[in-house]
């Protein structure tokens, strides 16, 4: 034993544990490291136990909070300076130079001391931190890993549900933050300055990668940099290169205008960075051979490669080859391999980095991939992004036509198709102004702050006029925010004229916040403790039939009321489709002409073009141009018809919820059921807890489910296309232009009258389904545990007594604090996911 233990013990009032403290070895490190189960083995007795947890609790949050350890000896000081942080919950970048002497800003990372603070964060009014949160979640794992352990092994119903129900406490839905920006815009060096890590993510003179999806998130079990890398498989990449090789044997003898020179470049860096100028020699097969990919057996295992540094300079250095690709490449006469081409996607882990701690921001290319698995990818992550920032340089926000393009090309993977409920439209480098005759700071600032306001409002009335993207987003979804990452890291203040990050950081800190996970497991945990507690200290029947008849009544009337509107919905969208085969039907000429005939693109040019398109399965993601899809092209009468009404059916936004929040209005009135049958109190209030984790479960499922509903539309135009696709991709020689044109207009005139039809019949299925899964878990979830809890009787069940008081105060407390919250954004449902 150590003088810190023996002194916290007797500063406590707790002395007469001095000695049971020391046999067993407890040091200053373990003393931090002690859980419920430590702590009750340590200090039998209830009442000494809790006064140790309550001080140890308040010791823990001030050490991860704002205090040095030798705040501590002083309790007017301690008790002030608890106030201050509970009132400011400051988590973000701030500086060193602070005036509080007795204090410590928490940095992000190494030098974050130097950076500037943000605008003050609105108080929040319980007092509640992020920190006290990490400390309850904890202490409350620490209660269940207990409970767990002292449940009977006999394997009866009770034992079975309630093992089930602990191991179903642990979730973690991290949100997802999209960052889209073309080559040049600043993402990488907007990434680094809004998480506090100036060299993490490389910028400059290497290009980005168009391929590469780079995750960053919070590292909180080491305290390394890591880098977790995800190759595409052998045969992938075996696929892709035979590709590479045809279309550009196919394309030799065709010419070279400005689209196929685009392309060659593309093919010849992404084939040079591996093999160099071999494979300009070699068949697919020879390039497939082990000795090329010596340096990354993991890819030949089909393993994930681990990186792992002491700092984010050193991970940046060695994550380079994996991510980027170098135009200058080499160094000296040895030749640089680059293994960009064959990643899929890298995830960069910050240690404690505290905005990350809930939150992954996913730095992706602008339109997804020629490779299969990694458009898939592409499509999966874009899809499930709560929140997206679309990056460009400040000079030219309004008018880039590349990055309005990626907004317009993926906002129904985003919207309708997705879950994005906020777009942020992030202008960067807003300190670079013209020459000024007023060179004073003054002078200088005032430029800036013009030249913000203006760049805000063309931005917003450019976002006004993209009527298909406002089918998928209101205008209360869309923000600009004017940065300059090099002014952030560069001076200690900055006024919110010249830089607009620290809101971006603010905004992360406030989805950490939100983060329902520990309010989730508490919930549940008091559910669970209750329903234990309840079956332990029963020894009458009571009302039990009376209570489960009021119940099942309620079932019935309940699931009635979510019924109706889900049927409205099915309606509504059977008249929508309707409408939009007839439309599509009627426009299937216009559409096929628009795609097989553009204007302005010469035969032997478009030749190419389509040979990609049919080849792709109906796809062609050219570099810097806009994306081909037929598929989409086919859908789209389709996809019209139902865009307006299925964002009002199934918002991303949590306002309300899907089917005007018919789920979130299912109640038992478990309350007044509470106060009519007070023997039971303890069952209804696990009750209480089963009705709102099922409720939460549902949310998450619909906004799942909704995504497959409405992507079903195109989903079924490409299945229907495959046969056409493959046939045309075969044709080869004279006329293979024509043939292919040909055999794609037959095949559409040839399915037209079904082919649209059941597309507009497998939605309506999957709606169908989706009402009758919805229902079918609202009763079986709800009458199972009603059974349980109410209609079984085991007094073998230990008696949980003091660690459910525990819990109650926590939950009560994390209660309490969601109550006098009232959040920018609501995120009330996260629902049960795993990571992202």
């Not at 009132?87 to 992000?108: A, I, Y």
């Not at 339109?367 to 709560?386: A, I, L, P, Q, Y």
Request: proline letters at 3%.
């Amino acid at each position: 034993m150590d003088d810190f233990v023996r002194n916290k013990l007797t500063e406590w009032g707790l002395s007469e544990y001095i000695e049971t403290f020391k046999d067993e070895g407890i040091d200053e490190e373990s003393f931090y490291c002690l859980d419920f189960q430590d702590i009750a083995n340590l200090i039998p007795k209830v009442g000494r136990r809790a006064i140790f947890k309550k001080r140890l609790m308040l010791l823990k949050g001030e050490d991860n909070t704002t205090y040095h350890q030798e705040s501590i000896d002083s309790p007017p000081q301690f008790q002030r300076e608890k106030e201050e942080a509970a009132e400011s919950d400051q988590v973000l970048p701030s500086t060193s130079g602070t005036k509080d002497k007795g204090k410590r800003k928490l940095d992000l990372q190494g030098e974050s001391s130097k950076w500037p603070s943000p605008p003050s964060k609105r108080q929040r009014t319980s007092g509640l931190g992020l920190y006290t949160e990490e400390i309850i979640l904890s202490d409350v794992k620490s209660i269940m890993r207990f409970v767990q352990q002292r449940l009977p092994n006999q394997d009866s119903n009770i034992n079975r549900f309630l093992r089930n129900k602990i191991s179903d406490l642990e979730t973690d839905k991290r949100v997802l933050v999209g960052v889209f920006g073309k080559t040049g815009a600043g993402k990488s060096s907007l990434i680094n300055a809004v998480i506090g890590e100036k060299n993490l993510l490389p910028s400059g003179s290497i290009s980005a990668c168009t391929s590469v999806m780079i995750k960053v998130e919070a590292n909180m079990k080491s305290p390394k940099y890591e880098a977790d890398i995800e190759f595409i498989t052998k045969e992938e990449w075996k696929d892709e290169l035979w590709s590479l090789l045809n279309f550009l044997g196919d394309n030799a003898d065709q010419g070279n205008d400005q689209d196929e020179e685009e392309d060659y470049r593309d093919i010849d860096e992404k084939l040079s960075a591996v093999y160099g100028e071999e494979w300009r020699s070699k068949s697919a097969e020879d390039l497939m051979d082990n000795k090329y990919f010596k340096e990354i057996p993991e890819f030949l295992q089909s393993k994930r490669k681990i990186l792992t540094c002491e700092s984010a300079k050193e991970l940046s250095a060695k994550c380079v080859k994996y991510t980027k690709s170098d135009s200058k490449d080499g160094d000296g006469k040895e030749r640089k391999r680059w293994y960009w081409p064959l990643v899929k996607c890298v995830t960069v882990r910050v240690p404690k980095n505290r905005l990350l701690q809930h939150v992954t921001i996913v730095d992706l290319p602008g339109t997804g991939d020629r490779n299969k698995s990694r458009d898939e990818m592409w499509k999966s992550v874009v899809g499930s992004c709560s929140i997206v920032w679309i990056v460009t340089e400040i000079n030219r926000a309004a008018a880039e036509k590349e990055t309005w393009e990626i907004l317009k090309s993926a906002s129904s993977i985003m919207g309708n198709g997705g879950e994005c409920q906020q777009i942020d439209f992030i202008c960067t480098k807003s300190d670079n102004i013209e020459d000024s005759d007023d060179s004073s700071a003054a002078g200088v600032r005032a430029l800036i702050l013009k030249k913000n306001m203006k760049a805000k409002e063309e931005v917003n009335k450019e976002f006004k006029k993209l009527n298909k993207v406002k089918k998928h987003f209101g205008d209360e979804c869309f923000k600009v925010f004017t940065v300059s990452s090099k002014e952030f890291f560069k001076k200690k203040h900055l006024a919110p004229d010249e830089t607009e990050i620290p809101k971006l950081q603010e905004f992360l800190q406030d989805l950490n916040n939100r983060h329902s996970e520990t309010l989730n497991y508490v919930s549940g945990a008091y559910g669970i403790l209750s329903l234990i507690q309840g079956a332990h200290s029963r020894n009458v029947a009571g009302n039990t039939a009376d209570v489960c008849k009021d119940l099942e009544e309620k079932i019935s009337h309940e699931l009635e009321k979510v019924k109706r509107p889900m049927e409205e919905a099915y309606m509504t969208f059977e008249k929508c489709l309707s409408e939009g085969v007839e439309k599509s039907e009627s426009l299937c000429d216009k559409v096929l002409k628009s795609i097989l005939q553009p204007r302005g693109v010469s035969g032997r040019g478009f030749h190419k073009i389509l040979k990609c398109v049919v080849r792709n399965c109906g796809t062609y993601k050219p570099k810097n141009k806009k994306p081909i899809n037929l598929n989409v092209k086919l859908a789209a009468c389709l996809t019209d018809s139902i865009d307006e009404e299925f964002k009002k059916t199934f918002p991303n936004e949590k306002k309300c919820g899907a089917f005007n929040g018919v789920i979130n209005t299912f109640s038992l009135g478990m309350e007044e059921l509470i106060q009519k049958y007070k023997d039971v109190e303890l069952q209804l209030i696990f009750l209480k807890t089963e009705e709102e984790k099922i409720k939460t479960v549902l949310n998450k499922t619909i906004r799942e489910k909704k995504k497959t509903v409405y992507n079903s539309l195109t989903t079924t135009i490409e299945e229907n296309m495959q046969d056409c696709y493959q046939q045309a991709a075969g044709f080869r020689g004279k006329d293979s232009l024509k043939n292919m044109r040909d055999t794609v207009k037959q095949h559409v005139y040839s399915l037209k009258n079904t082919m649209f039809e059941q597309a507009k019949d497998i939605m309506l299925r999957r709606l169908r389904k989706l009402k009758v899964y919805i229902l079918k878990e609202l009763k079986e979830t709800m009458q199972k545990s009603i059974k349980l809890s109410l209609k079984t009787d085991d007094y073998s069940l230990p008696d949980f007594t003091v660690e459910l008081v525990e819990v109650k105060k926590h939950y009560n407390c994390l209660k309490k604090n969601q109550d006098e919250e009232t959040p920018q954004i609501c995120f009330a449902q996260w629902g049960e996911a795993s990571d992202a």
